[in-house]
């Protein structure tokens, strides 16, 4: 062999993503493409499809990234809800990319991550919205669906008494998806700041309301995760990248503090489907310039690995009730956090619970069965890439020994939070409404709606 030719052959690795911004069926070739080299640790599916047909793939990596093993945490990225803020398409292949050249070449680090983590990628929730996206730094076409609708916008709010009466294709995908995996922690990518923002993107001025953030039960666990985001990037954290925005103190910010929004996805995910979820705002231009990609993404690429890491935070296990059978929907909360809806244990029995260091009161129901009430101590998950584990063994309540143990019934489970039956609903119907928003913030919302 030549020396020539040998160097070519080193300069030119068996596949390399470029960098560039693909076609929505580009993507779909992609993914399709890794699904099938990968058989051992890739599952490519779609969780539906848009108004002009488009399927929503999903790729899924991990050991064993087809179906859920218990133990296992469930994580996932969206990127792309707003077809114009496209930055995230191009990080998230780059991720798969990333991911599936370091299993394959035995790095110890992403042996550990896919060996207890399944990771799912959906590299545009609004492949229509890009299809009719201008390449403009800050308008907003191309931000909406093909029925015009700022998907954002478009989820069930738990604070406000207004009823989502359509539920976007996108939207309702993304719903349905909630249902059929257990998500722990997700982030939602956007472009037009650089900021991690966490929730509560809405209020309606009841106790969240702290000071002018919308503060959740999780508080503590958001703001941390919002800095191993800010932090681990190259300079987010120093918080004023962005000409038009306010300097954002340690790159982060309460959603609400920045600027209210009604129906977004972050808020819907940690109320109705116990996910932690962030929005990382990455890019201060919506559409960066194709040669700034490769810089772009070794900006993020520490970022997004440390903070998938992160859903190795807390505690994990089962709750078994009196006879050793895992039950669905024992309520697991820990003291101090007040959900808007309880924490509820999967059909596995599963419940996983982010918490940083320190030490826990649990309580956990189960109808006819004793209140269980443990402390549990929390060491720091993941270094370790797992959490605590710990099952709950539930006792049978004495007077009912004998008798056919009852499930828990419709009326047993609290009716406005009882996820799966709100999932299914397809509206806010079921909401822990507490009131209207104002009028005043209404307005707030038109007025900002357009800066993520
Ligand atoms: C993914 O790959 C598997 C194994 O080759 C194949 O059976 C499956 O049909 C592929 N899925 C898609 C959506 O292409
Ligand atoms: C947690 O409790 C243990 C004793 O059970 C104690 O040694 C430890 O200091 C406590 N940790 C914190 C952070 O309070
Ligand atoms: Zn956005």
């Known amino acids: 062999m030549s020396s020539s030719l040998l160097f070519l052959l080193l300069l030119a690795p068996a596949s390399t993503l470029e960098f560039r911004y693909h076609s929505n069926g580009e993507i779909q070739q992609y993914l399709m493409q890794v699904n099938a080299s990968n058989p051992d640790i890739a599952h490519l599916y779609s969780i539906g499809t848009t108004g002009r047909g488009q399927q929503l793939w999903v790729l899924a990596l991990g050991v064993s990234a087809r179906r859920h093993t218990v133990g296992v945490p469930e994580f996932k990225y969206v990127a792309n809800m707003h077809g114009n803020e496209v930055l995230g398409r191009v990080l998230l292949l780059q991720l798969v990319e990333d991911l599936v050249r370091g299993y394959r070449s035995n790095e110890a680090w992403t042996l550990r991550l896919l060996g207890g983590t399944r990771v799912h990628v959906l590299p545009t929730m609004n492949p229509d919205g890009f299809d009719d996206a201008d390449t403009d730094c800050v308008f907003s076409q191309g931000r909406f669906n093909s029925n015009g609708a700022d998907l954002n916008r478009g989820f069930p709010d738990a604070f406000a008494a207004l009823r989502q009466q359509n539920v976007e294709p996108e939207v309702r995908a993304v719903i349905d998806w909630l249902k059929t995996e257990t998500f722990v922690l997700s982030a939602n990518l956007h472009g037009g700041a650089l900021v991690a923002s966490y929730p509560y993107d809405n209020s309606n001025g009841g106790p969240e309301l702290v000071g002018r953030a919308s503060i959740t039960p999780d508080d503590d ?36 503090q920045w600027y209210p929004l009604q129906g977004g996805m972050q808020d819907f ?6 996910c932690l979820e962030l929005t990382l705002e990455l890019s201060c231009c919506k559409f960066p310039p194709p040669e700034e990609l490769p810089a772009l993404w070794m900006d993020n690429k520490k970022a997004l690995l440390a903070y998938i890491q992160q859903v190795h935070l807390g505690v994990k296990g089962r709750v078994f009730d009196g006879s050793g059978v895992p039950v669905e929907n024992a309520v697991v909360e820990v003291g101090g956090r007040q959900d808007l809806c309880p924490f509820r244990t999967n059909q596995y029995g599963e419940y996983y619970r982010l918490l940083l260091p320190g030490n826990y009161t649990f309580t956990v129901e189960y109808p006819d069965h004793e209140v269980l009430t443990e402390t549990i101590n929390v060491p720091y998950g993941p270094d370790r890439f797992s959490a605590k584990r710990h099952d709950f063994l539930l006792r049978r309540l004495a007077s009912l020994t004998g008798l056919a143990p009852a499930k828990p019934t419709q009326a047993d489970l609290t009716p406005t939070c009882n996820h799966r039956s709100t999932l299914e609903g397809g ?4 909401a822990p409404t507490r009131g209207l928003l104002t009028v005043g913030l209404s307005f707030l919302v038109v007025l900002r709606s357009l800066a993520d």
């Open 221 to 256: 666990v958001f703001v941390h995760l919002a800095k191993v985001y800010s932090y681990s990037h190259a300079w987010m954290s120093r918080g004023d990248m962005c000409k038009e925005n306010r300097p954002f103190q340690d790159g982060i910010i309460n959603g609400y």
């Open 269 to 274: 995910n940690y109320v109705w489907a116990q």
């Open 427 to 430: 509206g806010a119907r079921a």
